[in-house]
Nanobody, 117 residues
């Protein structure tokens, strides 16, 4: 079992920046993917960015060039640096881990990001 604890959401003006953090409760995840999804009201949850255990990253087209995902393997923590934020980035952001050892998905409780125009 993996628990995920998120932090860093909040209210920011358009053009501003925020950094989200997500700490996993244990290390030794084996081969895995770790990242962030978001869900705006009345919309489906969508992938924002993810990083795998080898360090490869994947981004949604809408955030490329503005968001950067990184991982601290010592702290078992993944970060999402969000720059040049837009009102359309407003959503609940969820940390996610997928472990290949047991094909399990783990989710954080979500953190709200609100970008005002």
């Amino acid at each position: 079992q993996v628990q995920l604890v998120e932090s860093g959401g909040g209210l920011v003006q358009a053009g501003g920046s925020l950094r989200l953090s997500c700490a996993a409760s244990r290390s030794a995840l084996g081969r895995h993917r770790m990242g962030w999804y978001r869900q705006a009201p009345e919309k489906q949850r969508e992938l924002v960015a993810e990083i795998d255990s080898g360090g490869s990253t994947n981004y949604a087209d809408s955030v490329k060039g503005r968001f950067t995902i990184s991982k601290d393997n010592v702290k078992n923590t993944v970060y999402l640096q969000m720059n040049s934020l837009k009102p359309e980035d407003t959503a609940a952001y969820y940390c996610h881990v997928f472990t290949y050892s047991n094909y399990m998905n783990y989710w954080g409780q979500g953190t709200q990001v609100t970008v005002s125009s």
